[in-house]
């Protein structure tokens, strides 16, 4: 059996953000040989799954990685088998230093998304995150409990995400990871998670060798799990880091089936 842990954007998807009938012929081969999914993305739960109905990615078995790992859920069972989540008071920490730097950040309910104004950057985010807002200006009052994950964005100036995590960079050390998932969205979430751990964790629950495990992604919140992964597959649309990460980078883009035609090439 091989496993397949596989980014979303830029990735599993091509640039209209669906898979295309070719990738989704691949991965029905790739099931029906006895395979596994797993859909591994910044993404929260309920966005993967809004991909993976629209995609008919029905198949038996499928897992989901969702808000860089920090919860990893079953789709069979409908039930997370792994949680990590962020203390309610790094949370007030994170937002009141974002506030400083006069960034947009937002947390997430299990189905909604939690911001303190609908502005810029929101509107820009929920182009392809199609989840109602929860407005308030102190998250920690309105969420029901510890989020999986926080995303600072600003969409002209990276610097500015940039410098904010260095200004809260010897705080986060030994409490949250902070890694770009693309130039404008800074994702924070638990230093123990992150797509890497995943590849561990459920190589480890199936009892599948790291060396059956592949991965696949074209930015920087990717680089974990492809050097996680007895093959870590770079597009060729990816980030120049991620290539280097990676032991393969396809011929081919997202918007080209790239994927779907490496992982042909090499397992069917």
Known sequence: MKILFTDLDGTLLNNQSMVSENTKAFLDDFIRAGNK???????PLLSILEVKELAGLDYPGVL??????????????????????LPLSQVSYLQAKA????????????DAIVTAEEDEEIRFYRRRIHLPLLLAQDYASVLPKEPLKMLAIHLSDHARLTAFRDAVSDWAADKIQMIFSNDYYLELF??????????????????????????????????????????????????????????????????????????????M
Not at 37 to 43: E, T
Not at 99 to 110: A, G, K, M, P, V
Request: net charge negative.
């Open 64 to 85: 989901i990685s969702a808000s860089n790992g920090t919860l990893i859920y079953d789709c069979d069972s409908r039930t997370p088998i792994l949680e990590k989540r």
């Open 99 to 110: 506030r400083e730097f006069h960034l947009h950040i937002q947390t997430y309910t299990d």
């Open 190 to 267: 638990h230093k123990d998670a992150g797509k890497g751990n995943a590849v561990r964790f459920l190589c480890d629950y199936f009892h599948i060798p790291l060396s059956d495990a592949f991965a696949a992604g074209d930015a920087d919140n990717d680089i974990s799990m492809i050097q996680a992964a007895g093959c870590g597959i770079a597009m060729a649309n990816a980030a120049p880091e991620v290539k280097e990460a990676a032991d393969i980078v396809t011929p081919k883009d997202n918007d080209n089936d790239g994927l779907a035609e490496f992982l042909r090439s090499v397992l």
């Open 37 to 43: 999914l797993v859909l591994s993305s910044g993404r």
